[in-house]
Nanobody, 114 residues
Framework: QVQLAESGGGLVQPGGSLRLSCAAS????????MGWYRQAPGKQRELVAS???????YYADSVKGRFTVSRDNAKNTVYLRMNSLKPEDTAVYYC????????WGQGTQVTVSS
């Protein structure tokens, strides 16, 4: 069955970096646009970055220039490199197709705090 497994989150100080990973299975990963989403407490889930099968990328204005999305189709994995993290980046991060139509995984918590 379809599975999405996010990992790599943690507690980091402002200005720090993290690399998130999402291992996907159960569907033809390589042909779909994949996205990274986040949900902060009390807020709606939002798309922060996506990557097409041809490595075209999209970034939300709030993360442009700081986050980099990439994918490894041989490993069915999508990555999110996050640099210059800010407290407002604190959220649970999820991956899914873009637009999202798969059952959500458990996500990975990112907390940016000093």
């Amino acid at each position: 069955q379809v599975q999405l497994a996010e990992s790599g989150g943690g507690l980091v100080q402002p200005g720090g970096s993290l690399r998130l990973s999402c291992a996907a299975s159960g569907f033809s990963f390589r042909i779909y646009v994949m996205g990274w989403y986040r949900q902060a407490p009390g807020k709606q889930r939002e798309l922060v970055a996506s990557i097409t099968s041809g490595d075209g990328t999209y970034y939300a204005d709030s993360v442009k220039g700081r986050f980099t999305v990439s994918r490894d189709n041989a490993k069915n994995t999508v990555y999110l490199r996050m640099n210059s993290l800010k407290p407002e980046d604190t959220a649970v991060y999820y991956c899914n197709k873009a637009p999202a139509n798969l059952i959500w995984g458990q996500g990975t918590q990112v907390t940016v705090s000093s």
